[in-house]
């Protein structure tokens, strides 16, 4: 057997500083994961043993059943839609619908810092896409006067790396000028943006000019999974055309109830969302030597230019228990490598100024 190609591209990547590993990282201190709000930390969703663990196909085979068709109701009346269309996770809704959603001849524009799936989405289309510099309207505007077909504008809500949210009101306003779809993706949004957690677009009372949005479960909502909600329309057509939803083994029962528990606990979880953001006005007004991104979410970025750099940084911040990971070239931009910290309502502002204390 051949593998030498893989081990030539295994050490491109060695060379460049880009080389990933897995790691375990049990009993350091979590400034890292996603589990904003420490559903998953603190094991707040107490799993049904009388529920299923498997599935039995793909939902238009055996996998349909009566309580992923009840939970999708309830996630179309808690994010005001009409309907929801459940996913196996953030990844394949992204890349079900946008690689379908549009049509050769159409065009997608789609922010710089977008993730990975959204990219990947794109690539499998048949439509033209292109970027727009991050949150710059003005660019926007000059991709939409040049645009053709049905138009798709696709942005994350809160963006994963940089932590800072996009601007839905004028993202809405130029969407409805130029007769373009706005698509949103409100994974890191979702559970800890508005009084109920209901995410930056229904916050804005914005929601409804959107065409699609993307709730991604494995966040703050502490499980797995993910949905797009929007019009009956939008359901139909996923359900026909989506392919990252016809060929895939329905999410079993279990997961699914999950999903519902999850839903039922984010509303009532305001002590922790406050104290997520007691958490970040102590972090952004904490002098450092590096520089520090602007956020006002979970998310907040240390700015340390160079793959080595950021990981020798990251070596010693692990020696002191706070785990915490180097944000590589090519995942942002060379240059712009960084320390992703992530925020939780489990951290404590001791955590947090010994945290400080490292980085002066």
């Known amino acids: 057997m051949n593998e030498d190609f893989l081990h030539k591209k295994l050490e491109e990547r060695k060379a460049a500083g880009a080389y990933r590993t897995l790691k375990l990282t049990e009993g350091m201190i979590d400034f890292c994961s996603n589990d904003y709000l420490g559903i998953a930390t603190n094991n707040l969703i107490k799993p049904d043993e009388n529920l299923k663990h498997g599935s039995a196909g793909s939902r238009l085979l055996a996998g349909n059943y009566a309580l992923i068709e009840n939970v999708e109701k309830q996630l179309a009346t808690f994010h005001d839609a009409e309907t929801a269309l459940i996913f196996n996770s953030g990844f394949d809704a992204n890349l079900g619908l946008l690689s379908s959603i549009a049509q050769k001849g159409d065009t997608i524009i789609y922010d710089g810092l977008s993730h990975a799936s959204i990219r990947d989405g794109l690539r499998l289309s048949f439509a033209t896409s292109f970027s727009f510099a991050h949150n710059d309207m003005a660019d926007l505007e000059k991709k939409l006067s040049l645009a053709k077909g ?60 959107c065409f699609a949005r993307v709730y991604t479960f494995g966040k703050a909502m502490g499980i797995h999974g993910a949905a797009i909600v ?39 979880l305001h002590k922790e969302r406050m104290h997520l953001k007691e958490l970040i006005a102590q972090f952004q007004h904490a002098p450092l030597r590096y520089t520090k991104m602007q956020s006002a979410t979970a998310i907040q970025g240390v700015i340390v230019p160079g793959n080595e750099a950021v990981k020798e940084v990251a070596a010693q911040l692990q020696k002191n228990n706070f785990d915490i990971r180097p944000i590589l070239y090519p995942t942002v931009p060379k240059g712009e490598e960084r320390l992703r910290i992530v925020l939780h309502a489990f951290n404590t502002r001791e955590e947090v100024t010994r945290l400080v204390e490292c980085l002066l």
């Open 230 to 268: 929007g019009s009956d329309a939008l359901r139909n057509y996923l359900v026909n055309y989506a392919r990252s939803f016809i060929y895939t083994t329905a999410l079993p029962e279990a997961s699914v109830n999950a999903i519902q528990k999850s839903y039922e606990l984010i509303p009532s």
């Open 150 to 209: 049905n138009i798709f504008v696709v942005t994350e809500t809160v963006f994963s790396m940089d932590g800072d949210m996009a601007p839905m009101h004028t993202l809405v306003s130029l969407c409805d000028r130029y007769n373009a779809n706005l698509i949103v993706d409100e994974a890191h949004a979702i559970g800890v943006i508005g009084e109920h957690g209901e995410g930056l677009s229904q916050h804005t009372q914005l929601h409804r000019h």
